[in-house]
C-alpha cells in the first residue's frame, strides 16, 4: 500500500477502537474513568503553562533585551508559540503514560478484549504487580526523555519565521502521534515479550500506519473531552495495530528460506 494509504489506515485503526463504545460500552466507560480523573489534572497543568508563557519566554531569551521593542516583541512571542508548543507535547505524552498506570487494570481488561475477540490471544503473563508496574513506568520515563529530547530541537526550530509556526506544529503532531502510538502497543507487546526497543522496531517497519493512529489520537486529545472518548479506543487501536506488527514479522520469518 501506499505510504498515504497506510496513513489512513491506522486512522481507520483508531475507528475500530471507537466502534468498542457501541459494543461494550460498560467496559470502554471503565477506561474512561481514569482519563477524565488524570485528563483534569493535566489540563490544570497546560493552563498555568499558558499562563506562565510570557514570563517563560522573556527568560529564555535574554539576548534580545537591547532589541528594539518590536523586533524583540516578535522573537519573544515566537518562543512563548514554541514554549507552548513543547509544554503540550510533554503534556500528551505524560498523559498518556499517567493514564495507563493509573487505570492499568481497566486497559489491561480493553487489551485482552480485543486479544480475545481477534483471536489467537497471547497467554496470560505470571508477573508481580510491582514488577510489572515498574517495568511500565521505566518504559515510559524512557519514551518522556525521548519526547522531550526531540521537543526541544522542535522548539529550538519554533523561531524560525514561517517555518516554525507551520512545518514544526506538524512534526509535532507527528512526533506526539508516535510517542502516543509507542506507548499505547504496550500492553500487546509486553504480553508477547517484547522490550522497548523491539517495540519501536516492529512499529518503524509500518511506520506510516502507526503514525496514522498515533497522530489522529493526538489530535483528537485536544477536543474537549476527548481524551476521555478516545482512550479507551486508542488502547483498543493499538492492539490492533501491535497484532499487525507481530503477525507481518512472523509472516517474514516463516516465509524466509536459509540459502543453500
Same mark, same amino acid.
Request: aromatic share 10%.
Given at each position: 500500500m501506499s505510504v498515504v494509504g497506510e496513513f489512513v489506515g491506522g486512522v481507520g485503526l483508531l475507528g475500530r477502537g471507537l466502534r468498542l463504545w457501541a459494543t461494550s460500552p460498560r467496559l470502554m466507560l471503565l477506561g474512561a474513568i481514569p482519563a477524565l480523573v488524570v485528563g483534569a489534572v493535566f489540563v490544570g497543568l497546560v493552563v498555568v503553562a499558558g499562563v506562565a508563557a510570557d514570563d517563560l519566554a522573556q527568560a529564555a531569551t535574554p539576548f534580545a533585551d537591547g532589541w528594539p521593542e518590536w523586533s524583540r516583541r516578535l522573537v519573544r512571542i515566537a518562543a512563548g508559540l514554541a514554549l507552548t508548543a513543547l509544554a503540550v507535547l510533554?503534556?500528551?505524552?505524560?498523559? *498518556?503514560? *499517567? !493514564?495507563?498506570?493509573?487505570?492499568?487494570?481497566? @486497559?489491561?481488561?480493553?487489551?485482552?478484549?480485543?486479544?480475545?475477540?481477534e483471536g489467537d490471544a497471547p497467554a496470560e503473563v505470571a508477573r508481580g504487580f510491582w514488577a510489572g508496574l515498574a517495568r511500565s513506568a521505566g518504559d515510559s520515563l524512557r519514551l518522556l526523555v525521548a519526547t522531550a529530547a526531540v521537543g526541544l530541537l522542535l522548539f529550538v526550530?519554533?523561531?524560525?519565521?514561517?517555518?516554525?509556526?507551520?512545518?514544526?506544529?506538524?512534526?509535532?503532531?507527528? *512526533?506526539?502521534?508516535?510517542?502516543?502510538?509507542?506507548?499505547? !502497543?504496550? @500492553?500487546?507487546?509486553?504480553?508477547?515479550?517484547? &522490550?522497548?526497543?523491539?517495540?519501536?522496531?516492529?512499529?518503524? *517497519?509500518?511506520?506510516?500506519?502507526?503514525?496514522?493512529?498515533? !497522530?489522529? &489520537? @493526538?489530535?483528537?486529545?485536544?477536543?474537549?473531552?476527548?481524551?476521555?472518548?478516545?482512550?479507551?479506543?486508542?488502547?483498543?487501536?493499538?492492539?490492533?495495530?501491535?497484532?499487525?506488527?507481530?503477525?507481518?514479522?512472523?509472516?517474514? !520469518?516463516?516465509? @524466509?528460506?536459509?540459502?543453500?
Open positions: 510533554l503534556a500528551v505524552v505524560a498523559f *498518556t503514560a *499517567t !493514564t495507563l498506570l493509573v487505570g492499568d487494570p481497566f @486497559y489491561e481488561r480493553i487489551w485482552r478484549h480485543v486479544e480475545t475477540a526550530g519554533g523561531f524560525a519565521p514561517v517555518v516554525g509556526q507551520t512545518v514544526v506544529p506538524l512534526l509535532g503532531a507527528l *512526533t506526539g502521534g508516535w510517542f502516543l502510538a509507542v506507548e499505547l !502497543t504496550g @500492553y500487546a507487546f509486553d504480553a508477547r515479550g517484547r &522490550t522497548l526497543r523491539e517495540r519501536r522496531r516492529l512499529l518503524a *517497519t509500518r511506520r506510516a500506519r502507526t503514525l496514522g493512529l498515533g !497522530t489522529a &489520537t @493526538y489530535l483528537l486529545f485536544f477536543v474537549p473531552l476527548g481524551a476521555v472518548v478516545v482512550m479507551p479506543a486508542a488502547v483498543a487501536a493499538a492492539t490492533l495495530l501491535a497484532r499487525e506488527a507481530t503477525s507481518a514479522t512472523r509472516a517474514a !520469518t516463516d516465509d @524466509y528460506h536459509r540459502p543453500a
